[in-house]
């Protein structure tokens, strides 16, 4: 399996984009954006997805240069068109554009439609961290990348629907969550299938409804479906999902799941961002979460663990080794990205 270093990483990502079409500042974000997935340990968010861009370049899905269309602006918050846009350029955008509202108002929002692929939303999330505020991200298809079935459900009839909260601290990195209502997203399938590996147990259900580790049966005909997260109390993490989706969807004017897919109707978000000095001083809500940490890390460690790991903390590690090590690629990735980059 290759292992490239991350500025080697970029600069390829960058040759691929831009010789698809997008502009300078377009190629580095969005380069910039997947490579810090693959630092962070989320190669399914990373350059796996540039054969997907190129794809959807190609297909009109994604405008390269696309100018983002202010909807509906007020005090606390706004509504943005897309435009079809790269999703880590929109979604960099509107983050440091709710981040500058909420500096004025103590909370502000803002909705995103007709947004190509996001990328990795916790990334949106350590932004604001880094601004000193409370960052909440959600995101749903727009109706596509059915992959999940509802609780007590054969067929794939919701998306991943990820939710994100990151909290700064005075720690080496922030507090983190950033999930997938479904008990793994896509991305992480996909690279199990070009790994050539089995998915852990409870991932997914084949097209009869059996428990599966093929993660094949995914894209089959009919297809298998992913799981929501639960397990046997499944039905949180679908009811979180459709939740999210009315969010993202529904709020954004991009649309919910449903029968009739449009693709080029993009994918959806809504982002928060909270000025936690208008709420409360830095110097109370850093205590409070000084201690919350303390009083995490005081437990002793079940057997099977190493350790317990904050919010976070796996991508601070994984950004660690990986900065001095190296990245692991598939081959298939590899191979893919490598042609793109000489097409």
Not at 33 to 52: F, T
Not at 186 to 210: A, C, F, M
Not at 258 to 269: C, F, H, I, P, Y
Request: proline residues 5%.
């Amino acid at each position: 399996m290759p292992r490239i270093a991350a500025d080697e990483l970029e600069s390829l990502a960058i040759n691929v984009l831009s010789s698809a079409g997008a502009t300078e500042d377009e190629a580095s974000i969005v380069a910039q954006h997947l490579v810090l997935a693959n630092l962070s340990g989320h190669d399914s968010h990373g350059v796996i997805r540039l054969p997907q861009y190129v794809d959807e370049i190609r297909r009109g899905m994604i405008t390269p240069g696309a100018e983002l269309k202010t909807v509906r602006q007020w005090q606390a918050g706004m509504t943005i068109d897309a435009n079809n846009c790269f999703g880590q350029v929109a979604c960099h955008h509107a983050m440091l554009q709710v981040i500058e509202k909420a500096s004025h108002n103590g909370v502000a929002a803002i909705t995103l439609s007709r947004c190509g692929h996001s990328g990795r939303i916790g990334t949106y999330g350590e932004l604001a961290a880094e601004k000193g505020m409370i960052g909440l991200v959600v995101n749903n298809a727009g109706g596509n990348g059915q992959w999940v079935a509802p609780f007590g459900g054969l067929r794939g009839r919701l998306a991943t629907n990820p939710l994100c909260i990151a909290a700064p601290t005075r720690g080496d990195f922030p507090l983190v969550l950033d999930m997938s209502t479904c008990v793994a997203p896509e991305g992480k399938v996909r690279h199990y299938h070009q790994s050539q590996k089995n998915t852990p147990d409870g991932w997914l259900i084949d097209s009869e409804g059996r428990p599966t580790n093929d993660p094949a049966a995914l894209y089959q005909t009919p297809p298998g479906a992913l799981l929501p997260l639960g397990d046997d109390a499944g039905y949180k993490g679908y009811g979180l999902a459709v939740m999210i989706d009315i969010l993202a969807g529904a709020l954004s004017g991009t649309g919910c799941c449903r029968a009739d897919v449009n693709l080029s109707s993009g994918r959806g978000l809504m982002m928060i961002a909270v000025d936690i000095e208008i709420w409360t001083t830095r110097k109370l809500f850093d205590q409070s979460v000084d201690s919350l940490v303390q009083h995490i890390r005081s437990t002793p460690v079940r057997p099977g663990y190493d350790a317990v790991l904050l919010p976070g903390e796996f991508e601070f590690r994984n950004r660690q080794h990986r900065s001095q090590n190296g990245i692991d690629i598939t081959p298939v990735t590899w191979k893919a990205i490598t042609e793109l980059s000489v097409s």
